[in-house]
């Protein structure tokens, strides 16, 4: 089975600092690869995409580096604020067989101290 | 969620009783899936379909049939639930290759007892 490793598994940062989690996966697919942001009691939403042939995409405070040749790939959030404290998952593609399917990461939950 | 409505949104069953989960869209995703989601696990897929009557086999199917008989609607079905089975189940469906990922439903919590 396809595996999606992500750490840390919770995180506190301060206010204003800097959020990092990590995904390695172990399949190359050409698809998108994803982070979902999911708040207590709903779904997970897509935060932000990155298409494997780009190193790094920036959207607001939220950032995903992507290392292709190490299959790794990150989320930096800048400035982490309160409202950013939520569990975080990453995804990478798993296209095997010609279908569509994501694995996911076990999760990061993240605190941010006002 | 827009687009996507999951029924009911909490459940209490006991062991050995039959449950169905209901998944709705209105986006004309041809992909659907069902997930479980549990503390120190992530989301698990346990089953997937790609178009009417056509599904398949997550990675933690074993107790689960699903159905597919119209593009909007997906049902997970526990023939006989078991305690292992109490999390909470979140649908999701897609449109491939477009680089929106998945959209999740609210998800349903399901107890079983």
């Known amino acids: 089975q396809q595996q999606v490793k992500q750490s840390p598994q919770s995180l506190i940062v301060q206010k204003g600092g800097i959020s990092i989690i990590n995904c390695a996966y172990e399949n190359t697919a050409f698809d998108y690869f994803p982070w979902y942001q999911q708040f207590p009691g709903k779904g997970p939403a897509l935060l932000i995409a990155i298409r494997p042939d780009v190193s790094e995409k920036k959207e607001g405070r939220f950032t995903i580096s992507f290392n292709k040749s190490a299959k790794q790939f990150s989320l930096h959030i800048m400035d982490s604020q309160p409202g950013d404290s939520a569990t975080y998952f990453c995804a990478a593609p798993n296209t095997t067989s010609g279908t569509y399917k994501y694995i996911f990461g076990t999760g990061t939950r993240l605190k941010v101290l006002a | 969620d827009a687009g996507i409505t999951q029924s009911p949104r909490h459940k209490v069953t006991e062991t050995g009783t039959p449950v169905t989960l209901r998944c709705h869209q209105t986006?004309?995703?041809?992909?659907m899936y069902w997930y479980r989601q549990d503390p120190g696990h992530g989301l698990r897929l346990i089953h997937y379909?790609?178009?009417?009557?056509?599904?398949d086999k997550g990675e933690v199917s074993d107790g689960y049939s699903v159905s597919r008989s119209k593009t909007e609607d997906f049902l997970l079905t526990l023939e006989s639930a078991t305690s292992s089975q109490t999390s909470v189940y979140f649908c999701?469906?897609?449109?491939?290759?477009?680089?929106?990922?998945?959209?999740f439903g609210s998800g349903t919590r399901l107890t079983v007892v």
């Open positions: 999701a469906i897609s449109e491939p290759w477009t680089g929106n990922g998945y959209t």
């Open positions: 379909s790609y178009g009417v009557k056509d599904t």
């Open positions: 986006e004309n995703h041809r992909y």
